[in-house]
């Protein structure tokens, strides 16, 4: 079990070493393939439980992924190239070939992806995993699917620290964490009909939008949204 694990690890570091990009991103989201485990033993997204397995599933993430280096591969050109002192250096490498550049530090991080989706037509729907067909399941999970991400946010700041502004011209900028949240946009059918207007924004509340951003950003969920589950 042991040397599969140590396996499996190499290769989450080789796919992650290989990826080609001046912004080395790394994204982990168990949400839409949540172990079964979790799911037999307390319910998953359903239960509490789950905001504290994130919470050290994430701060494991930072912890191992946080202070690795990343390598971008360029391509490199089998004709003669010129030295930094004038000189020729000669290469038998095809034009398809790659070397590895100055190490980059990784810069972006997100938790959830789309949470809106694995939430309400995974628990409510039930067209995704885990298959239930429940509102309150639903709702459930939505409250602590945003709870674990606010849980991996504090594990966050304990990993890399706060209040370090960014220099969108340092690839060695401070980390940023983000959340994955899917909106529909909605236009009311005739705009000057207050209850089309009322309509389309009823839509986003209930929607990526309003369910997980306005709390992220507000601090609660919408009006239309607490009264209806009241």
């Known amino acids: 079990a042991e040397k599969k694990n140590r396996k499996r690890k190499t290769h989450l570091f080789f796919s992650f070493d290989s990826h080609k990009t ?12 949540l ?24 701060r494991t993430v930072f912890e191992r992924l946080g202070a690795r280096k990343v390598r971008k591969r360029v391509s490199r050109s089998n004709e003669n ?26 810069n972006y991080w997100t938790t959830l992806n789309e949470p809106w989706v ?4 995974g628990h409510t729907v039930g067209i995704h995993a885990p298959g ?13 699917s945003l709870l674990a991400h606010l849980a991996a946010a504090e594990e966050f700041e304990k990993v890399f620290g706060v209040g370090a502004e960014k220099n969108e011209n340092e690839k060695n900028s401070p980390p940023l964490l983000s959340v994955n949240v899917p909106c529909q946009w909605a236009e009311p059918w005739d705009s000057d009909s207050e209850s089309d207007r009322q309509l389309a924004r009823t839509a986003l509340d209930f929607d990526g939008m309003g369910i997980f951003a306005d709390v992220l950003f507000k ?3 919408p009006e239309s949204v607490l009264n209806a589950l009241s």
């Open 22 to 33: 001046d912004f080395p991103l790394v994204f982990f989201s168990p949400s839409q393939d």
């Open 35 to 58: 172990p079964q485990a979790l799911q037999d033993a307390y319910g998953g997204w359903t239960s509490e439980r789950i905001i504290d397995d994130f919470r050290a599933y994430a």
């Open 81 to 106: 190239d010129k030295n930094d002192d004038g000189g020729e250096e000669t290469t038998s490498s095809s034009s398809s070939s790659s070397a590895p550049s100055a190490p980059l530090q990784i």
């Open 118 to 121: 694995f939430c309400f037509l």
């Open 132 to 144: 239930l067909k429940s509102p309150e399941a639903g709702w459930t999970c939505a409250r602590n």
């Open 219 to 221: 601090g609660q969920w």
